[in-house]
């Protein structure tokens, strides 16, 4: 999973079965520090309440189908967290 | 499975059910040689590994899911273990205690 925030939305009424009813957000991937990498993407909002320029977090590939109603979809990027913090810890001795 | 570095936590409270009650683990991926390869993944814990540690990662959901015990669930990257100790070409690149 991938920190990323949401950028944009996309409305597409005519797509594929069981996408109805599916929020799809463009989400620009972050790297550790929260810094804009790689290219944006369309994810679906597995938690639908995900608004523009909130921090998420995202899964890739096949889980990112199973986090919608419907399992079975094309979808290949999801939204399954919103960010309330992050913590970089102290990393000390062990 | 992939071997990283604990360097951070990621506190949620909207999420996908399976993150209910599960702490999430920022993880530097690190490369053979035993340093940071400019990578990293958010991580369930599933073994309590503390800040900075060295942990085993399986990043792939048929895997994540038996952990959890949930199906289906959007999860792959789960913390399965810490690493004490990485040999490679006969060096050690992450010694004891480190």
């Known amino acids: 999973m991938q920190l990323g925030r949401v950028i944009g939305t996309v409305v597409a009424t005519v ?13 620009q991937p972050l790297d550790r520090h929260q810094e804009p990498e790689g290219r944006p993407v369309v994810a679906a909002d597995g938690v639908h309440m995900a608004g523009p320029g909130e921090l998420i977090y995202f899964v890739g590939s096949r889980e ?19 960010v309330d913090a992050t913590e970089e810890l102290a990393t000390g001795g062990a | ?15 996908s059910p399976v993150f209910d009650y599960r702490k999430l683990l920022l993880c530097d991926l690190l490369g053979p040689d035993g340093e940071a390869t400019g990578g990293y993944t958010i991580a369930v814990d599933a073994i309590d590994a503390g800040a900075g540690e060295m942990v085993l990662i399986i990043d792939e ?8 015990g949930q ?7 789960v913390v399965v273990g810490v690493v004490d100790e990485m040999t490679v070409d006969g060096a050690a690149v992450i010694a004891p205690g480190t």
């Open chain 2, 71 to 77: 199906d289906p669930a959007p999860i792959r990257a």
């Open chain 1, 15 to 27: 797509k594929y079965d069981g996408l109805e009813g599916i929020k799809l957000l463009i989400v």
């Open chain 1, 64 to 82: 990112a189908a199973q986090a919608l109603p419907e399992t079975f979809v094309p979808v290949d990027h999801a939204i399954v967290g919103i």
């Open chain 2, 61 to 68: 959901g048929n895997g994540a899911r038996q952990i959890v």
């Open chain 2, 1 to 15: 499975m992939k071997v990283g570095r604990v360097v951070g936590t990621v506190v949620s409270t909207i999420n």
